[in-house]
């Protein structure tokens, strides 16, 4: 097992265009999270999918994000139309089942986004 | 809506000290979970310790210890004999278990000096 990955892990892209990024949870985490967190702040909730339902999302994800995970495996964010507020660091999360009842999170490398 | 405040922008201590960060939280839940994120420069997120609301006992993991006082919606981490590879960015998080995320505060910057 080698963790949650992300990718990629850097992103630089032009204001306007589509951007999409991909999480690889760990196997047997049925929950997955995305987070945003800017510079020197905590990470922020975005959204959380269980399995390939996507269960809860935040105000921070306007309608210009979707998020995905069609198979209950592997999630995508994608960012249409990006703009300068868009930069920061994308994190995804993944945890066990609820039954497990622990609720940690474990957290991937992050991908930074740079909208120029 | 839960919050969580770390009222310690950075620290700064010389190893084998002991530190403690702190952290306050809002919530109208009895149940709930609290953790202790640890983040490096330019490296992910580790978890450091969980704390569950329902268990008296703070919780330990080798140097890393809790003072979680649920009255006073108070969870604090202390770090003894602490290292270089302690130095770090220090999260506060709270688990909502309604919207099943976690809530972070703003981060305690944590420089261990040798």
């Known amino acids: 097992d080698t963790g949650v990955s992300q990718n990629p892990r850097h992103k630089i892209t032009k204001r306007g265009q589509n951007v999409t990024f991909r999480c690889d949870p760990i196997?047997?985490?049925?929950?997955l999270y995305w987070y945003r967190q800017t510079l020197g702040q905590g990470p922020e909730f975005l959204t959380y999918?269980?399995?390939?339902?996507?269960?809860?999302k935040s105000r921070l994800l306007s309608d210009r994000f979707s998020a995905e995970r069609p198979k209950g495996s592997f999630s995508t964010l994608e960012i249409q139309r990006t703009e300068q507020g868009d930069s920061a660091m994308y994190l995804c999360?993944?945890?066990?089942?609820?039954?497990?009842?622990?609720?940690?999170?474990?957290f991937g490398p992050g991908t930074r986004l740079t909208v120029t | 809506a839960q919050t969580v405040t770390q009222s310690q922008p950075e620290m700064s201590v010389q190893e084998a000290e002991t530190v403690t960060l702190s952290c306050t939280y809002d919530?109208?839940?009895?149940?709930?979970?609290l953790f202790w994120y640890k983040q490096p420069p330019s490296r992910q997120m580790i978890l450091v310790i969980r704390q569950e609301a329902y268990k008296q006992q703070n919780a330990t993991e080798n140097r890393f210890s809790v003072n979680f006082q649920k009255a006073a919606k108070s969870f604090s981490l202390k770090i003894s004999d602490s290292q270089l590879g302690d130095t770090a960015m220090y999260f506060c998080?709270?688990?909502?278990?309604?919207?099943?995320?976690?809530?972070f505060g703003q981060g305690t910057r944590l420089t261990i000096n040798p």
């Open positions: 196997s047997e985490h049925n929950r």
């Open positions: 999918f269980q399995n390939e339902a996507q269960l809860e």
């Open positions: 998080a709270f688990f909502e278990g309604g919207a099943q995320k976690l809530v």
């Open positions: 999360a993944s945890s066990p089942p609820g039954t497990s009842g622990t609720y940690e999170q474990y």
């Open positions: 919530t109208s839940e009895n149940n709930y979970y």
